[in-house]
């Protein structure tokens, strides 16, 4: 296995910024909520931005109350006003097709949803099909089932939903477009994906009856009232430094502060775990009813292990840095079962073999994942980030630990995640 070049010998603290899936849906419920709302912690990267803009030019009205500090005043749901121009979502599949569903339940609301050339390629049947059935209007502009799309908000009726695909954001979409229309609606799906949205109604004071983990009926009334948001540091962006400061040599223990720790998020520490990864939980906390720790990291020898299937959903953004510890591991990495990766910013099986490759592993690639032995040497090479955060912030790690220069096509994506990653990195 690769041999770290940098060792940790001293204590040394980190914060990483807000969770990015709750920072969305904080700007999604404040305009939900008549009245005053607080957020604090909020992402003040390019995604929840241009969610919070996008919100902000239907009415919402924003004010800044410090660093990643927002009051956030909403008229209501119902005296929310269609946009003047096309609400432009970046980069941000979450975004995108939460605030759809949204939209899609407020009668009257006319819109149009974008991105950028990334985010226009990915699939939006998996939202648009449900809403449709749910009597929403939405259309792909170009007919391709891609963004842009075309919202024209109804009145919606009570649903019921299985979905064959464990996506929070399928789930959440639907779920947004029932608090919108005020209707009920019942959602299984085939394994625990990430319940934030479901978190928020509740610390709202809604309603949810859970018939099983992964079955659940949401129902009116939705009088949702401002609030404040306490949001904590996201473990897909502590993700990275967790993967560095187990990969790193020396003897000290990394402490990640105020990173969330949903049961639905925290696949990465189990997994971590399995390949002998030495990570403890300490200053454990609830906040918004989300669970809160901090965590110290310890330089740890990892070896291969086996990633199950019910474990994917919970770590589905995190399997590209899992892959870069799996370079530093004893008998090297697998995942399978995981072709939703080809769903994301970019086709992430396609970005990690592609750039693997160029760096010299032997990389059997299938249609769900992909598995690589123990490597001995990696080679120096030009990173391809296909417009994609993680992918950019994965490498970087891996020349970092590695001590070989790799250089990069774009790292500008990192902002629409991390602001302040490569800084952390430089200081390591
Ligand atoms: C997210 C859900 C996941 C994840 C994305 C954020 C969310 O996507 O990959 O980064 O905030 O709901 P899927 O639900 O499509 O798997």
Not at 180 to 206: C, P, Q, W
Request: with cysteine.
């Amino acid at each position: 296995m690769l041999r770290p070049q940098i060792k940790l010998n001293a204590k040394k603290e980190i914060y990483v910024p807000g969770d990015k899936s709750i920072s969305h849906r904080s700007v999604l419920f404040c305009a939900l909520s008549q009245g005053k709302s607080e957020i604090h912690g909020f992402l003040e990267g390019e995604d929840p931005l241009h969610t919070l803009h996008c919100f902000e030019s239907m009415g919402l009205s924003v004010s800044s109350l410090g660093k990643g500090s927002y009051a956030v005043v909403s008229p209501g749901k119902h005296n929310l006003k269609s946009p003047k121009g096309v609400l432009d979502f970046g980069n941000a599949g979450t975004g995108i097709r939460l605030s759809a569903g949204l939209l899609a339940g407020l009668p009257g609301i006319e819109a149009t949803l974008t991105g950028d050339a990334s985010l226009c390629k990915r699939p939006m049947a998996r939202i648009m099909n449900p809403l449709k059935e749910m009597g929403a209007e939405i259309r792909s502009i170009d007919g391709n089932d891609r963004a842009p799309l075309h919202i024209q908000g109804k009145q919606l009726k009570d649903y019921s939903y299985e979905s064959t695909i464990a996506s929070a954001q399928i789930k959440s979409a639907l779920v947004l477009a029932a608090l919108a229309s005020g209707i009920s609606i019942e959602y299984k799906e085939s394994e625990v994906s990430r319940d934030h949205t479901e978190n928020m109604i509740r610390f709202l004071g809604g309603n949810i009856i859970h018939h099983s983990p992964v079955h659940f009926t949401v129902k009116p009334p939705y009088q949702f009232e401002g609030t404040k948001y306490v949001i904590p540091g996201d473990i897909s962006s502590a993700a990275f430094y967790i993967v560095f400061g187990l990969c790193a040599g020396g003897s000290e223990p990394l402490l990640v502060k105020n990173i969330g720790l949903n049961p639905s998020r925290i696949g990465i520490l189990t997994v971590l775990h399995n390949m002998g990864g030495k990570i403890e939980i300490v200053a454990k906390r609830v906040e918004c009813g989300e669970e809160i720790g901090d965590l110290l990291v310890y330089p740890s020898q990892l070896k291969r292990t086996v990633i199950t299937e019910d474990l994917i959903p919970s770590i589905i953004d995190e399997i590209p840095i899992l892959t870069i510890a799996g370079l530093f591991s004893e008998g090297g990495f697998q995942i399978s079962h995981a072709e939703e990766l080809r769903a994301k910013e970019s086709d992430r099986i396609q970005s990690m073999v592609s750039n693997l490759e160029k760096l010299g592993v032997k990389v059997n690639e299938t249609k769900d994942g992909y598995e690589f032995g123990e490597i001995q040497t990696i080679q120096s090479t030009k990173i391809e980030t296909y417009m994609d955060h993680r992918i950019a912030m994965s490498f970087a790690i891996l020349s970092k630990l590695s001590g070989v220069a790799l250089s990069f096509d774009d790292t500008s994506w990192v902002d629409t995640s991390f602001p302040g990653f490569f800084e952390i990195l430089e200081s390591m």
